[in-house]
């Protein structure tokens, strides 16, 4: 008789693809798509965390409009909280995959970012799992 295989522990998610465009037109727009790992329970909030020089608005209006990519994804709910730099985005279901595209109204650039025009850029996610789990994230992204 043989024994059974064990299980292999979970893998952090992952972001198979991610943009950061529009800062030289003052619009900018970040879209990444955002997976869970491997044997992972699924995603259930992101926090996301961009440098200096990029804010959040604090609008619920500007939040919505600005966010978008998750309809088709199975959450029918879902909150937006934004503070300075960080917007949270916390499901009312679990899913495997989010697609996001944050833009104008509710990221913002400021001039000095604008004039700078940085070639590459570091956010951060932390991911939290339906399990409770949270895992931390590192972007580096060519902007474009």
């Known amino acids: 008789m043989s024994e059974p295989i064990p299980e292999s522990p979970p ?9 950061l ?5 003052g619009k900018p727009r970040l879209k990444f798509t955002l997976a869970a790992g491997s044997n992972a329970a699924p995603i259930q909030s992101v926090t996301i965390t961009v440098p200096s020089g990029l804010s959040f608005s604090h609008g619920r209006k500007q939040l919505a ?5 998750l309809a088709g994804t ?7 909280a934004a503070t300075g730099n960080r917007l949270k985005v916390a499901l009312s279901g679990s899913v495997k995959r989010i697609p996001l595209t ?10 000095a970012l604008i004039k700078k025009r940085p070639r590459k850029l570091d956010i951060l996610l932390r991911v939290v799992d ?12 060519v902007v474009r």
């Open 11 to 19: 893998h952090p998610p992952t972001v198979p693809s991610a943009t």
């Open 21 to 25: 465009t529009g800062l030289a037109t």
């Open 65 to 69: 409009r600005g966010v978008s990519g």
């Open 74 to 80: 199975g959450v029918d709910k879902y909150t937006l």
């Open 102 to 111: 944050i833009g104008a109204p509710a990221l913002k650039d400021s001039k």
């Open 130 to 141: 339906g399990m409770g789990r949270t895992s931390a994230l590192h972007m580096t992204i």
